[in-house]
């Protein structure tokens, strides 16, 4: 995160002085019994849990200096903080501590590096940085579902292959797997699989392992992909999507729609379709019919967001369309090894299944 060697502790703590807190600064008073060992390892795993940072102690919330009462006899030994803090984290956080003075008082500079897994206490508690609405931060309580997501993200693994546990092959819908076999057959499609019988197409899109014991065969690909809704609803309840429009600053419509990814789709199209009016424009001597949005415009992130989103987070796929803008949001942040630095030129889905479904179809 931070190059020790370029930067000095002095310099990073008067930069973060400037910002203030931030998502990647904290302040912690650390007077004589203000702050606690445990609040120290508290705010350690959170910035880690988030992008790493500064964290400065003996310094108020508002930026002022108040200084660092001694922790270790008559003083404060910053080989001994790191070791506390290393060996009450879970996995252990090696940071890098510094001892400064500020305004001619002590400060203590923990860097904290941001971790590629999820990390808590020793004692069992998880906390996470976040940005309230007002555009503070705070420490939050990192859940379960959080958790699961980023552990599955670091070891690169695909959530739609979590395996159905209970799920049958009775509790898909054949309207679904029709639907995904007719849009394989016309278009772009890959023609061969809209020959398949049902269970070849399953274990084609490696939704469908008969290697595994019965009730555990399907995986959450094949609900996200072809459960009934009421499968859907208990395998994956986080599925879901709302489409609203806003004219002229009013809610014009907003509709919740529940259904396996193929559907919700084309409902998603069927919505925009039917709103994505022409204007004529003249080109020279012609008139040029010009669309509201270009089609490949209106599928491409709608695609993206049903097959790139993370379906362990909470909250649906938010599309909006304004009189202005069409926009397209679904939770969960880049994939692993995907920066705004290299997104226009590396693709790396967060589910493979996923997207090799989408592509076939």
Same mark, same amino acid.
Request: proline letters at 6%.
């Given at each position: 995160?931070?190059?020790?060697?370029?930067?000095?502790?002095? /310099?990073?703590? =008067?930069?973060?002085? /400037?910002? #203030?807190? !931030?998502?990647?600064?904290?302040?912690?008073?650390?007077?004589?019994?203000?702050?606690?060992? *445990?609040?120290?390892?508290?705010?350690?795993?959170?910035?880690?849990?988030?992008?790493?940072?500064?964290?400065?102690?003996?310094?108020?919330?508002?930026?002022?200096?108040?200084?660092?009462?001694?922790?270790? =006899?008559?003083?404060? *030994?910053?080989?001994?903080?790191?070791?506390?803090?290393? *060996?009450?984290?879970?996995?252990?956080?090696?940071?890098?501590?510094?001892?400064?003075?500020?305004? #001619?008082?002590?400060?203590?500079?923990?860097?904290?590096?941001?971790?590629?897994?999820?990390?808590?206490?020793?004692?069992?508690?998880?906390?996470?940085?976040?940005?309230?609405?007002?555009?503070?931060?705070?420490?939050?309580?990192?859940? &379960?579902?959080?958790?699961?997501?980023?552990?599955? !993200? &670091?070891? =690169?693994?695909?959530?739609?292959?979590?395996?159905?546990?209970?799920?049958?092959?009775?509790?898909?819908?054949?309207?679904?797997?029709?639907?995904?076999?007719?849009?394989?057959? @016309?278009?772009? =499609?890959?023609?061969?699989?809209?020959?398949?019988?049902?269970?070849?197409?399953? @274990?084609?899109?490696?939704?469908?392992?008969?290697?595994?014991?019965? #009730?555990?065969?399907?995986?959450? #690909?094949?609900?996200?992909?072809?459960?009934?809704?009421?499968?859907?609803?208990?395998?994956?309840?986080?599925? %879901?999507?709302?489409?609203? %429009?806003?004219?002229?600053?009013?809610?014009?419509?907003?509709?919740?729609?529940?259904?396996?990814?193929?559907?919700?789709? %084309?409902?998603?199209?069927?919505?925009?379709?039917?709103? *994505? !009016?022409?204007?004529?424009?003249?080109?020279?001597?012609?008139?040029?019919?010009?669309? @509201?949005?270009?089609?490949?415009?209106? @599928?491409?992130?709608?695609?993206?967001?049903?097959?790139?989103?993370?379906?362990?987070?909470?909250?649906?796929?938010?599309?909006?369309?304004?009189?202005?803008?069409?926009?397209?949001?679904?939770?969960?942040?880049?994939?692993?090894?995907?920066?705004?630095?290299?997104?226009?030129?590396?693709?790396?889905?967060? !589910?493979?299944?996923?997207?090799?479904?989408?592509?076939?179809?």
């Amino acid at each position: 995160m931070h190059n020790y060697d370029r930067v000095s502790a002095e /310099e990073r703590a =008067g930069a973060a002085l /400037e910002t #203030g807190e !931030s998502y990647t600064v904290e302040f912690k008073r650390a007077t004589t019994g203000a702050t606690s060992d *445990n609040d120290i390892v508290l705010a350690v795993v959170c910035l880690a849990n988030g992008a790493g940072g500064c964290l400065l102690l003996g310094v108020e919330d508002d930026g002022t200096v108040t200084g660092l009462a001694p922790r270790h =006899g008559e003083r404060t *030994n910053p080989h001994l903080l790191r070791a506390m803090i290393l *060996n009450r984290t879970e996995p252990p956080v090696a940071t890098q501590v510094d001892l400064i003075q500020l305004e #001619g008082l002590p400060v203590a500079v923990v860097d904290v590096p941001r971790m590629s897994t999820p990390v808590g206490t020793k004692s069992g508690t998880y906390v996470r940085r976040a940005i309230r609405a007002d555009g503070r931060p705070e420490c939050v309580p990192y859940r &379960a579902h959080e958790i699961i997501s980023r552990g599955l !993200s &670091a070891q =690169g693994r695909d959530y739609a292959e979590t395996a159905a546990r209970g799920v049958r092959i009775e509790d898909l819908d054949p309207a679904e797997i029709e639907r995904f076999r007719a849009l394989c057959g @016309r278009g772009r =499609g890959d023609r061969a699989m809209s020959g398949l019988s049902d269970i070849e197409m399953l @274990r084609a899109l490696r939704v469908l392992r008969s290697d595994l014991p019965e #009730g555990e065969q399907l995986n959450l #690909g094949a609900v996200l992909l072809f459960g009934r809704e009421a499968t859907l609803a208990e395998s994956v309840p986080t599925a %879901e999507c709302l489409f609203q %429009e806003t004219r002229r600053g009013t809610l014009a419509t907003n509709e919740t729609i529940r259904a396996p990814l193929l559907k919700t789709a %084309e409902r998603l199209y069927d919505l925009l379709d039917v709103r *994505n !009016s022409e204007e004529e424009v003249m080109m020279g001597l012609q008139r040029v019919a010009v669309p @509201r949005i270009p089609e490949q415009t209106l @599928r491409e992130p709608i695609a993206n967001a049903l097959v790139h989103r993370d379906y362990s987070e909470l909250g649906p796929i938010r599309v909006h369309l304004s009189d202005e803008t069409l926009r397209v949001s679904s939770p969960g942040g880049f994939p692993p090894g995907i920066t705004l630095a290299t997104i226009l030129d590396d693709s790396r889905p967060r !589910s493979v299944l996923l997207a090799d479904a989408f592509k076939r179809a």
